[in-house]
């Protein structure tokens, strides 16, 4: 699977958009690209994920660059709750096989007020 | 609510205690998965099940045995665990078949042996 490379930390103010990025400049054709976050103690929540195309849900957005080595993902408004490391995870689906996740150290978000 | 419960929430237990995990997925998902967080690390991957077969095993001691009676249920058996054993035990599930399986994780058991 392709590795990822993340920022360690960043900061965002309450009700600005947050743009996390990623690279996976390794990731091959059939490979998705995952984003999880993970708020202190709690288990790792699914957030959005992709292939190809840039993609919408109700939690945020994720902008893949055409070459698709890197990727963005965009929480609009970002919120006081927002606060957690976020994982970005490439990771071939093949049929038949479990989608064992591998996670790195992600990119600790912290929403300012 | 994510679809996977995880039982009890936290856990303490002494070294020569023989205690169990439970994780129960309502997703209808045939793969269920065992990680392990330790303090200020990484998730790391313990074991794999596709349909109740075990299919990895991360080079995880034997004093953790994992059981998977059904595609609902994981079960993860301790004994005679060690203080460096104590961290947060998640459990997740996936759907195998095409696309992308999105795996879903419960809330975890905090560990804590003494």
């Known amino acids: 699977d392709a590795k990822t490379t993340q920022p360690p930390s960043m900061d965002c103010a309450e009700g600005r958009a947050a743009n996390l990025p990623c690279n996976h400049s390794t990731i091959s054709g059939n490979e998705y690209v995952y984003w999880y976050r993970q708020i202190h103690s709690q288990g790792p929540q699914y957030i959005i994920h992709g292939l190809k195309n840039n993609e919408t849900n109700e939690m945020a957005s994720l902008i893949i660059t055409e070459d698709r080595k890197s990727s963005t993902l965009i929480l609009p408004h970002a919120t006081l709750r927002d606060t957690a490391v976020y994982y970005c995870i490439v990771r071939v689906a093949s049929r038949g096989a479990t989608n064992k996740l591998i996670f790195g150290t992600g990119t600790l978000l912290a929403v300012q007020p | 609510e994510t679809g996977v419960t995880q039982t009890p929430r936290h856990l303490v237990m002494g070294m020569t205690n023989k205690k169990s995990l439970k994780c129960e997925q309502h997703?209808?998902?045939?793969?269920m998965y065992w990680y392990k967080q330790s303090a200020k690390k990484p998730l790391e991957l313990m074991f794999v099940y596709n349909f109740k077969e075990q299919t990895e095993n991360n080079s995880v001691p034997s004093r953790f045995s994992p059981e998977c009676p059904n595609s609902s249920h994981l079960f993860l058996h301790l004994h005679t665990l060690q203080p460096e054993d104590s961290a947060l035990y998640l459990c997740?599930?996936?759907?195998?078949?095409?696309?992308?399986?999105?795996?879903?994780f419960g809330q975890g058991t905090r560990l804590t042996v003494v």
């Open positions: 997703l209808g998902h045939n793969a």
């Open positions: 997740a599930s996936s759907q195998v078949g095409t696309g992308a399986q999105v795996a879903f």
